[in-house]
């Protein structure tokens, strides 16, 4: 008898520690890459706003639910828009945005080989 | 030759640079979601506001062609402001209006309708909220307005007069 209570309570415990870190985790990282939209200089993983604070429990029933990261950003984007993203997606309305940092080092880069060439 | 376009070059460049700049600080950075929106409306399950008989999202949206959905709570301050255009709404037969009440508690909740009168044909709770971001909602109070089982219109924000003729002249 006091074997299987043994038994019990090491199983409970083992469960307890199974306590999803990986998906506490991802959580976190989901919440930090998105934008707490009442209060916008903040990410919904530092804000406590009433918004947040109901973001983080759906997030977390959906990782439960067993929805990719992926799957739960196309979520929000649909109901919120792009704007809850803090990093934004490669489209057709942030190809400058995305494209402009490697063409000043391309061009920069440029100007510097032909500096050095024309220098030797 | 060479040395005359290299400084109008980059004049020209740093011209165009402060056009966007200035421009870019005269648009707000207040992020305002689109308020037309042609979207079903979201299924739920969620339990009555008056016991805990569990109310589900395709039996509400059923009988009408309009439902004016509401995101309320007794907490929150701005919603005193707007619910004497609920009131007046509620007047409308051919609309009904649908009571989310968010992260309130029975006994406040209940006295704010008490106090103020109740629009609601029919009140929900959203005891966490999560049902209002299945809506796409920010906060309270927040509306919107449902044709055919498509939300057509979304109210950020108390609605005032203005927003009450819009919807009386839409639902006409």
Not at chain 1, 85 to 98: A, G, I, K
Request: net charge positive; hydrophobic share 45%.
């Amino acid at each position: 008898m006091k074997f299987i209570h043994i038994f019990l309570i090491v199983a409970i415990i083992l469960n307890f520690n199974f306590l999803k870190a990986d998906e506490i985790k991802t959580e976190n990282k989901i919440t930090k890459n998105l934008r707490c939209l009442i209060c916008q200089g903040q990410s919904v993983y530092d804000s406590d706003s009433e918004f947040a604070i109901s973001l983080k429990i759906v997030i977390k029933n959906k990782i439960q639910q067993g929805l990719s990261e992926e799957q739960i950003y196309s979520f929000l984007k649909m109901k919120y828009g792009e704007w809850i993203l803090y990093d934004p997606v490669f489209s057709r309305n942030t190809y400058f945005l995305w494209l402009l940092p490697i063409l000043i080092f391309l061009a920069g880069g440029a100007i510097i080989i032909k500096r050095f060439y024309k220098k030797k | 030759m060479k040395s005359k376009f290299i400084p109008l070059i980059l004049i020209l460049i740093f011209l165009i640079t402060f056009v966007i700049f200035f421009k870019g600080l005269k648009n707000s950075n207040i992020y305002a979601p689109d308020t037309n929106l042609k979207k079903e409306v979201p299924s739920f399950e969620l339990k009555s506001f008056e016991n805990d008989s569990i109310v589900i999202s395709e039996k509400i949206f059923k009988d009408k062609d309009y439902y004016f959905m509401n995101i309320w709570a007794s907490w929150c301050i701005p919603c005193k402001e707007e619910h004497k255009f609920l009131m007046e709404l509620k007047k409308d037969d051919r609309i009904e209006l649908i009571g989310f009440n968010y992260k309130d508690n029975f006994t406040n909740a209940s006295s704010f309708l008490k106090d103020l009168g109740n629009p609601y044909d029919i009140i929900v709770s959203d005891k966490d909220g999560t049902t209002s971001i299945e809506w796409g909602a920010y906060g309270v109070p927040e509306s919107f307005l449902v044709y055919q089982n498509k939300i057509i219109k979304r109210f950020i924000g108390p609605i005032n007069n203005e927003d009450l003729l819009e919807i009386q002249k839409i639902i006409k």
